[in-house]
């Protein structure tokens, strides 16, 4: 008959060093991801066929985006980084209004 395992004889849990501990990602502000959903939806309704975000190895983020030009087979690339997703949203945001603008005069 096998023997029963006790409280005593478990052996102690075992805990993994995070990511951020083991030197292999950056730690992130306020601990949450932040919602691109909002952001994407905003620049699929503006028909942008490419939306790409690039999360830095030293921190921050980068957004790609291309909208389609006046011309046929052009694009305008809307380009921004910062130390912050939530910034790079806002900045890509106001570059895509200002585009708007532009595109009705």
């Known amino acids: 008959m096998p023997e029963r395992t ?4 478990r052996p102690a849990p075992l805990t993994l060093p995070s990511p951020e501990e083991l030197g292999i ?5 306020g601990g949450d991801s932040f ?3 909002p952001v994407q939806r905003r620049f699929r309704d503006a028909g942008a066929s490419c939306f790409h975000v690039e999360f830095m190895p030293e921190g921050g983020c980068k957004l790609i985006c291309l909208l ?3 011309q046929p087979d052009r694009n305008h690339r809307i380009d921004v980084q910062s130390s912050s997703e939530e910034e790079a949203a806002r ?5 895509l209004d200002d585009w708007h603008v532009a595109k009705k005069k």
């Open 6 to 9: 006790t409280k005593e004889t």
């Open 25 to 29: 990602a950056s730690p992130k502000a």
């Open 35 to 37: 919602d691109w959903s």
């Open 68 to 70: 389609p030009a006046e």
């Open 91 to 95: 900045l890509a945001l106001a570059k």
